[in-house]
């Protein structure tokens, strides 16, 4: 077990806001991907991190921005909210980019 | 651009019978594909890779590249595979760059 969390589990904000979502493992597996899952479909690829570095980005525009921190953790930050933003927002991490994910629970975001 | 389709949404089948969730791929080239699995109240996790194919608690998936399908079958139904499965795909080697199909609902009836 990798013991991924996400922080927070849920969260509303008001469109035009900014947010900031948080992801950590106690793996130590350095690879982190973030994807966004609306309602009723599959989860959507935003960016993924490999020691630090953006390592490939889908189709997302650049108000969607990450870190990823020394100790692998990472953060999704999302400025200017729109209400289809709304979605569960998912982080995976892997060792070295290999192809085992570990998925992590979800943070619920709502914008209204 | 690489797309990842399911055709069901949901799907029933009772326990015991077998099962077959579709999923269809359109990709240039030779693609990495997977199955994920979201059993109830748990997290999205791999099921199998078409790489290794092996057989993961009793499910299969051969990749038929003529068709462009990875298809996931058991011969025989559990209760317990009643889960939300994913069919997913990958450029070879960048797997952190996952795009998944809008999934099916498996529902096993006793």
């Known amino acids: 077990e990798t013991g991924v969390t996400q922080s927070p589990t849920h969260l509303i904000k008001t469109r035009g806001q900014q947010v900031t979502l948080r992801c950590s493992s106690q793996?130590?597996?350095?690879?982190v991907s973030w994807y966004q899952q609306a309602l009723g479909q599959g989860p959507q690829f935003i960016f993924q991190?490999?020691?630090?570095?953006?390592?490939g980005r889908g189709n997302f525009p650049p108000r969607f921005s990450g870190l990823q921190f020394p100790n692998y953790s990472s953060e999704l930050n999302v400025n200017a909210l729109e209400l289809d933003d709304s979605a569960l927002y998912l982080c995976a991490f892997s060792r070295d980019r290999g192809y085992e994910q570990y998925f992590g629970p979800g943070t619920r975001l709502t914008v209204t | 651009a690489q797309r990842v389709t399911q055709p069901e949404k949901l799907l029933s089948v009772f326990k015991g019978a077998p099962v077959e969730l579709k999923c269809n791929y359109s990709?240039?080239?030779?693609?990495?594909l997977f199955w994920y699995v979201q059993y109830s109240r748990q997290r999205l996790q791999l099921l199998l890779r078409?790489?290794s194919r092996e057989s993961i608690k009793g499910f299969t998936a051969d990749l038929n590249k003529g068709e462009t399908s990875f298809h996931l079958k058991k011969p025989f139904a559990q209760e317990e595979d009643s889960a939300m499965y994913y069919c997913a795909l990958s450029h070879p080697g960048s797997y952190g760059k996952l795009t998944f199909g809008q999934g099916t609902i498996l529902t096993v009836h006793p």
């Open positions: 793996s130590g597996h350095n690879t």
């Open positions: 990709y240039s080239g030779s693609p990495e």
């Open positions: 078409h790489i």
């Open positions: 991190y490999y020691r630090e570095e953006e390592n």
